[in-house]
């Protein structure tokens, strides 16, 4: 592994960049665009500014349909300065108008996004990594890292290696086999912790201050997170230009639930959709539910808690934009709720017996969250809602185990077959039964 500095390395560019520095949440303290992440004077997050007189004269409808089929369509709202961005065709996954799941829960305006089927790596992931690391090479970096629960460590090592950066990931030492392998596949140098998330994340933020690597969610974060803007953008342009009524949305850091919020805001701030209100609602696992708790209490703060739950991929205890997630949620007239574990294997059966998709733990949350919702009538049946289903059940195999059916083993002879077909509509018969009761 190598050391780097995180200066700026420019090439020749016909694009003008559109954005004008780092600014502090908290304050609106400004800093130059380098790989700096918290405000020295706030400790409050920093984040991409950007001129949007000059996105308004560089983008319409017509020009973004015309671009490639991929995040870089949006590019214009991305933190990236030069043409040498890496695009493995990330983004622009279906946006599926639901039909059987929306009968079942009683909505007519049912739409799933569907980031279980993007690439490289069959997970959101790969949105905010093909930003972070397309800067990572602009800032000088040889070197590139980050603190995962298991997505974001497939996504790094993949687009990693595409782009030919030296790699090292850090992931709790107890994650599913799937997202190990995952990694493993990409040859980085994988680094297994014995603890948490949270703990995890702390020896990555002094590993990042010693080696002076570019650590996509630490130094990198505020180029990394403005790549979850585009599940918001791809929404409204996939709708037709318009946005939503209410979107459903998994919460573990907060991040990707405040950027959605911020892409729909900047569409309608260049005039690309027309102003509209969007309830935002939030999903977590009750067994690491800050957020979830914290807006359940009318608290202003967020307690940091120790994750205990299946849906590992958002199990983060002490999620950095917690406080900004319960912001958007209550000024927008959504809600966070919390779903225990039965309950997100059954969200994943759920969506996977009534529209076909296979998602992991986070999108078992946010399905049976979608569903508690209804079912606490938080959700108008007449309206466009959005559940964001942010992750591949091929990855999270374990968590259905011992959950659903096993294939009924016959002999080589139509009478087996017939005796073995009678015995499973018996079955789904009783099945049904109980649903009904």
Not at 100 to 123: E, F, H, Q
Not at 183 to 197: D, S
């Amino acid at each position: 592994m190598t050391q780097a500095t995180g200066t700026l390395t420019q090439t020749a560019s016909n694009f003008t960049p559109t954005f004008t520095k780092l600014v502090s949440k908290e304050g609106g303290v400004e800093y130059p665009l380098e790989a700096l992440h918290v405000c020295e004077e706030t400790f409050s997050p920093l984040e991409v500014a950007y001129d949007y007189d000059l996105i308004r004269r560089q983008v319409s409808r017509e020009s973004i349909a015309s671009g490639p089929n991929s995040i870089w369509r949006y590019r214009a709202f991305l933190p990236v300065a030069t043409d040498n961005y890496i695009d493995l065709g990330t983004g622009m996954t279906p946006l599926v108008k639901s039909h059987r799941l929306a009968r079942r829960l009683g909505l007519k305006n049912l739409y799933i996004k569907n980031d279980a089927v993007n690439m490289p790596t069959l997970s959101f992931k790969d949105r905010v990594v093909s930003v972070a690391l397309s800067r990572a090479r602009e800032l000088g970096f040889t070197t590139v890292s980050c603190a995962s629960t298991g997505n974001l460590a497939n996504s790094t090592a993949a687009i990693a290696a595409h782009a030919g950066l030296d790699c090292c990931v850090f992931i709790p030492a107890d994650l599913e086999a799937g997202k190990v392998l995952g990694t493993l596949i990409y040859n980085p140098t994988l680094m297994a912790v014995k603890g948490n998330y949270d703990q995890v994340n702390r020896l990555c933020c002094e590993v990042a201050n010693t080696y002076g690597w570019g650590f996509v969610n630490i130094n990198l974060r505020p180029y990394y997170s403005e790549g979850s803007k585009t599940l918001g953008f791809e929404v409204a342009e996939q709708l037709g230009w318009k946005l939503p009524d209410h979107i459903v949305a998994p919460l573990a850091s907060g991040s990707l639930y405040t950027k959605i919020y911020k892409g729909f805001q900047e569409f309608i701030k260049v005039g690309l959709v027309e102003d509209k209100s969007v309830r935002f609602s939030g999903a977590q696992a009750e067994g690491c539910s800050p957020i979830a708790k914290a807006f359940a209490e009318n608290r202003d703060f967020v307690s940091p808690v120790k994750p205990n739950t299946i849906a590992k991929s958002i199990a983060i205890g002490n999620p950095a934009d917690g406080i900004y997630a319960l912001d958007i949620a209550r000024k927008t007239g959504g809600h966070i709720e919390s779903v225990n574990d039965h309950e997100i294997i059954e969200g994943i059966k759920l969506l996977a017996e009534t529209e076909g998709i296979f998602t992991e733990t986070a999108g078992g949350t946010t399905i049976a969250v979608l569903k508690k919702l209804v079912e606490a009538k938080k959700i108008d049946p007449e309206e466009t809602t959005v559940v964001y289903i942010t992750g591949n059940g091929l990855k999270t195999q374990e968590a259905v185990q011992g959950y659903i059916g096993e294939p009924l083993t016959i002999d080589a002879n139509l009478d087996s077959f017939e005796r073995a077909l009678e015995r499973s509509r018996t079955l789904e018969r009783l099945e049904w039964q109980q649903v009904l009761i």
